[in-house]
């Protein structure tokens, strides 16, 4: 992914490819003329560089040989109806940064999309966990909580309208930050306490915004306010205790954590998918409550398809196929060798560990 400054373009250039924020809407397209009006707009915007790709990165192409047809066929649409979703996400956010605008149409087709196309397929969506940018992370990241969120709504039997309902609350549920500063969303390490005390607004803001701005119903403006509460009442903004959240802002708080642990950030690796499950499992008690979290844990598989893993045997492998009631004894094809080692049958060999 390329950066360009503002500084590198001449004015009355013509612009030849995209160019996207930091949260990856496009700010100038192609083929526009690049005048001195412009220039003045965007700096005044503290707009000082761009980035010329927003390759969502399918890992299918990768991994093309280790699978049947319809399992590629399944993860490249997957794969499709994420990106389109980042697209119309993104843009309808910028939108209303500026504009004050929201077309909750958009919105809530982008949610029905989402929840339709996951059910009957949560193996291919969990792999597409391979998308994982570390530029662009606000809009990915509301996107992901709403893939977790309907696999999590999925293995509770939540109805259609339900798992719909909670997939637009995890889209909307960090609207509130669309108020934070650039400065301190892709800030490249830790916030200052003031940094910090300012971006826990973010769920108030969030709440007035859905509730009183956008006309959304309780729940969703509660989803906003509520998802960094935690059990042990020392989350934010209330200290609120655990019961008396709404269902869908307990599920999104695991959601939400689940994702920011597992995805890559500027200053830091994200953790691989068994090691965020792990790591869920380990604030059972003081953030998060035991039987939500493990149902979520349940939900998502710990070496999800594509998943690259080192055996006891010594071989390394591609996860090919996942036991649904056994996810953690996945059928596994060799990389070196042409074979497949099934984990359901083989119980003497298991999973040592998962490859990068
Ligand atoms: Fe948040």
Redesign the pocket.
Known sequence: MEKIYLSELKSNETISRDLYNTHGAILVHKGTKMTDLLKHKLLKNDVQFFFSTRKLTPITAEYAKFFDDTTIRKAEKANKVYQESFDELANQFEFFKDNYHLNKKVITDIATQLADSISGSDQVFVGIQGIKEKDFYTYTHSLNVAVFSIIFANSMSLSTAETREIALAALL??I??IQMPDSILTKPFKLTVSEMNQMKN??KI?YDILKNELSYSEEIALAALQ??EKVNKKGYPYGLSWDSLHPYSRMLAIC?IYDAVTTNRVYREGMLPHQGINFLMSIVGSELDFSLTTQFVRSIAPYPLFTKVLLNTGEEGVVIRLHGNYPHRPVVRLIHHNLVRDLMSELTVFVSEVLK
Do not use: T
């Open positions: 549920h960090d509130g930050k973010h769920p969030g998802h960094h939400d």
